[in-house]
Structures are given as structure tokens and as C-alpha cells.
């Protein structure tokens, strides 16, 4: 979805170097998350945000930090790569549909290699 | 925890064969919700599940929600090339988070 944006699309990079990987977004949604695909595993969330103040940790928050600057910008950080955090990087958006969850919208993906 | 698991993990179909992939989780859902991730995209939301039994149908595509709200399926009639990719479930014990199956890979051959 082009309303989704992220930035690098591709990025290598050496084990130890901090990298940054951001998001943004045009959608006006609240909700902001940051998953990974590994082949065979699926995505899993690594933080989520719900508004400007509020960052939560998701299933592998390990290794992982985040920033939620603007409503519209979300961006993941490693602190020290390593080899094992290569994997495809997705961000999503959401917005509150009253009791239902909210349809996440996903940006086109950064493909990360740790070297 | 939460676990959403998803079978098969790949499926090869002949071009007009239907294919189906199921998914099961640990837990009581609230809904479900289907992704489809072409190769080399993003995932894109199909459908929402919200009631228990319920069926749904999108042109060649039926989903189904399962009676105790712990599975769901997604079935394909005559597979076209245009079906290929990675088809998620993706299930949420509450109004939150969803927590993704992992995924069925399809292969439609010619």
C-alpha cells in the first residue's frame, strides 16, 4: 500500500553497526506496528504503538528498540546487529474499528542481511 | 502463549485444482482475519471472521470460522496462476494484537 512507506528498501550491513530502519505513513491511523518474516515462521510482532506515548513490547522485543516520533512515523532500531536479526522487515498501520481488530496495512517491506 | 499455527506450510496445485489451507490456534479467538502476500509484496488483508460458524465468500475464495472459534480454513476453488503466494490467518484473542499463523505457501503449475 502506497500510503505505507518505508525506508531503506535494502540494507547489508556488519555485525555490531546500529542500524535504522523507519516507517511512514499518510493512512492518519493511530496504530503503528513493526514485524518480521522469517521463511517457515510467519511475521512476528517486535513493538507495537498505539498512539505518540504509548510503545509496547511485542513477541521479540529482544534486540529491538523503537520510536514513535510523530503519529505518522514509527522507526525500528538495532542497536548492535547480528546475524541472526536478518530477515524482512514489515511495518503496518491500523486503525480502531470499535470491537472488531483493526485490518493492519502493511508497507512494502526492508530486506535486512547482517553480515 | 498464543499460537496460531497454519497447515500446509507449502502446496503445489495443478492450474483448476482447489486448495485449501487450515488454521488452528491454542486459544479462543475473538476473530480471524486472512492475508494474501504475493511473491516479493507485502501481505493485504482479505477478510474478517468475527462469528462463530461463519462462512464467507470472496468469488473462488470461501473462509470459514470454525464453531468453537479455535480454527478457520481457507479454500480455493479452480486455482488460478493469479492465487499464487503466501496465504496468512491471523487470529486475535481480544480487540488488540493479532497473532499470525505461519503461513501457506501455493504454487499454482500451468
Known amino acids: 500500500d502506497a500510503d505505507v512507506t518505508q525506508t531503506p528498501r535494502n540494507r547489508i550491513t556488519k555485525t555490531g553497526k546500529r542500524i535504522m530502519l523507519e516507517c511512514s505513513q499518510t493512512k492518519g491511523h493511530d496504530r503503528m506496528y513493526w514485524y518480521r518474516q522469517d521463511p517457515g515462521l510467519g511475521l512476528r510482532l517486535i513493538y507495537y504503538s498505539f498512539d505518540v506515548k504509548d510503545i509496547n513490547k511485542g513477541e521479540i522485543s529482544d534486540g529491538y528498540s523503537v520510536s514513535r516520533q510523530a503519529q505518522a512515523k514509527f522507526s525500528l532500531s538495532l542497536e548492535s546487529a547480528i546475524p541472526n536479526q536478518t530477515a524482512l522487515y514489515f511495518c503496518a498501520t491500523s486503525k480502531v474499528q470499535g470491537a472488531s481488530t483493526d485490518t493492519q496495512y502493511f508497507g512494502p517491506g526492508t530486506r535486512l542481511t547482517v553480515l | 502463549g498464543q499460537q496460531v499455527m497454519q497447515i500446509p506450510q507449502y502446496q503445489h496445485v495443478q492450474e483448476g485444482e482447489d486448495f485449501t489451507t487450515y488454521c488452528n490456534s491454542s486459544?479462543?479467538?475473538?476473530?480471524i482475519q486472512w492475508y494474501k502476500q504475493r511473491p516479493g509484496g507485502h501481505p493485504v488483508f482479505l477478510i474478517q471472521?468475527?462469528?462463530?460458524?461463519e462462512v464467507k465468500k470472496q468469488k473462488r475464495l470461501t473462509f470459514q470460522f470454525g464453531e468453537a472459534k479455535k480454527n478457520s480454513s481457507l479454500h480455493i476453488t479452480a486455482t488460478q496462476t493469479t492465487d499464487v503466494g503466501t496465504y496468512f490467518c491471523a487470529g486475535s484473542p481480544g480487540a488488540n494484537n493479532l497473532f499470525f499463523g505461519t503461513g501457506t505457501r501455493l504454487t499454482v503449475i500451468p
Open positions: 471472521l468475527v462469528k462463530s460458524g
Open positions: 486459544t479462543t479467538l475473538s476473530n
